[in-house]
């Protein structure tokens, strides 16, 4: 199976900034669409960004011209740079890849919806 592991999350005061990244394993893999999650406390885990992989941005209102999202294909990596962080932006966040497809064994496989482990955001006011 396909890991997403994410890294860069921490502690940081109102108006500041984080970026926390997030690499698939393995070689050879091809993903779609890969995108942030975010859940705080109490609450339902909401889309932040998404990005295509021909790079085609999507983001949660709240967060345009604050928060951008990127990858490196060669690397199977997606970035979210966060500026101008606010204590509404703490939250677990989640990395996604809608889907991976990779050859092993001689096989093809494909699989959908990752996960990553997630990495905490704490914004201090």
């Known amino acids: 199976q396909v890991q997403l592991v994410e890294s860069g999350g921490g502690l940081v005061q109102a108006g500041g900034s984080l970026n926390v990244s997030c690499a698939a394993s393995?070689?050879?893999?091809?993903?779609?669409?890969m995108g942030w999650y975010r859940q705080a406390p109490g609450k339902q885990r909401e889309l932040v960004a998404t990005i295509t992989a021909g790079g085609i941005t999507n983001y949660l209102d709240s967060v345009k011209g604050r928060f951008t999202i990127s990858r490196d294909n060669a690397k199977n990596t997606v970035y979210l740079q966060m500026n101008s962080l606010k204590p509404e932006d703490t939250a677990v966040y989640y990395c996604n890849a809608d889907s991976v497809a990779y050859w092993s064994a001689g096989y093809f496989h494909r699989e959908y919806d990752r996960w990553g482990q997630g990495t905490q955001v704490t914004v201090s006011s």
């Open positions: 393995g070689s050879g893999i091809t993903i779609n669409a």
